[in-house]
């Protein structure tokens, strides 16, 4: 009775470990920089909110002067926000003059220094 033995040969597995090697040099460097992607994309997230919350604020100072707050200044977007202020100190809003009833674009710089736009609206 003769058992013959089965499994993979050696060039077999020589092959397969190549072909990995292969797929994870092609993949790595993709994965590799993801966080300067998410700090983009939180930077944006925080500018959206920005902008949204100038908008709410507008539109509810227009209806009624005792509601909202005043904006005059790109920083003054900040306090519109939940809790009266940007998430984090990595955030800064760079300043600049916001005339009643006018739009401006205002540049928010985040984690990483990545930087997003913002608009705000001004209003007394």
Not at 80 to 105: E, H, K, N, R
């Amino acid at each position: 009775m003769q058992h013959r033995q089965s499994g993979f040969t050696l060039i077999e597995l020589v092959m397969v470990i190549v072909i990995i090697g292969v797929l994870a040099a092609v993949a790595i460097p993709k994965f590799v920089d993801l966080s300067g992607d998410a700090n983009q994309a939180a930077t944006n997230g925080v500018a959206g909110s920005l902008s949204s919350a100038a908008a709410i604020n507008y539109a509810a100072r227009k209806a009624n002067s005792s509601n909202g707050s005043a904006v005059t200044n790109c920083t003054g977007a900040a306090a519109l926000l939940q809790g009266g202020a940007l998430p984090s100190a990595s955030y800064t809003i760079t300043a600049g003059a916001v005339a009643a009833d006018a739009t401006a674009s205002c540049t928010l710089t985040g984690p990483g220094s990545k930087t997003a736009t913002f608009t705000v609206i001004g209003i007394l």
